[in-house]
């Protein structure tokens, strides 16, 4: 079973500042993780892929980066309408798909 | 564009059912895998199933095993989820989404709501 553990639980920063997301894997799942952002009463959104690959319309101040099990979601400059919840994603082959339990990016 | 709606939800009693429906739209629903995911009130994403494009194959999430039936209709362009046996714990939003490559969802709807409550 593949654990997932996102650091921190909350990240509280001002617009313009840069945010660091970790995701860590209790084994390696290579380059399959995927970021999603939800903000309040929407659905997710697909960031990005394959640890690094931006989905399609994602911003470029969104990037992904990590392999194995080591994962890190940087958001350039911090705009208001980023301040959401983030969750990592993986395959775990003997569980199904696994979301970690999110990290929360709200304004200080 | 690319849309995904889900219907169906309701308050319902322990130990009642309920079929969610997902309708799809502006892309070609036959060639997509789809997935159903929950999410509880103030909880994170709990994947709960997955079914090929085809409909021949179907997994599921060990919590709703045995109770929940994932199926889709590609004349229809709409994917089912039949919840049976439903639980307190079964309460949540319950989102359809598009699969991408196998790994990850790259669709989402709105998603609908499932209260499991006497």
């Known amino acids: 079973e593949i654990v997932l553990t996102q650091s921190p639980g909350t990240l509280s920063l001002s617009p313009g500042e840069r945010a660091t997301l970790s995701c860590r894997a209790s084994?390696?799942?290579?380059?399959?993780l995927a970021w999603y952002q939800q903000k309040p009463g929407q659905a997710p959104r697909l960031l990005i892929y394959?640890?690094?690959s931006r989905a399609t319309g994602i911003p470029d101040r969104f990037t992904g980066s990590g392999s194995g099990t080591d994962f890190t979601l940087t958001i350039s400059r911090l705009e208001p309408e980023d301040f959401a919840v983030y969750y990592c994603q993986v395959h775990d082959p003997s569980r199904g798909f696994t979301f970690g339990p999110g990290t929360k990016v709200d304004i200080k | 564009d690319v849309q995904l709606l889900e219907s169906g939800g309701g308050l319902v009693q322990p130990g009642g059912s309920l079929r969610l429906s997902c309708a799809a739209s502006?892309?070609?629903?036959?060639?997509?895998?789809m997935r159903w995911v929950r999410q509880a009130p103030g909880k994170g994403l709990e994947w709960i199933s997955t079914i090929i494009h085809s409909g021949d194959g179907t997994y599921y999430a060990d919590s709703v095993k045995g109770r929940f039936t994932i199926s889709r209709d590609n004349s229809k362009n709409t994917l089912y989820l039949q919840m049976n046996g439903l639980r307190a714990d079964d309460t949540a939003l319950y989102y359809c989404?598009?699969?991408?490559?196998?790994?990850?969802?790259?669709?989402w709807g709105k998603g609908t709501t499932v209260t499991v409550s006497s």
């Open positions: 502006g892309f070609t629903f036959s060639n997509s895998a």
């Open positions: 084994q390696s799942v290579s380059s399959y």
């Open positions: 989404a598009k699969v991408m490559d196998f790994f990850y969802m790259d669709v």
């Open positions: 394959a640890a690094s």
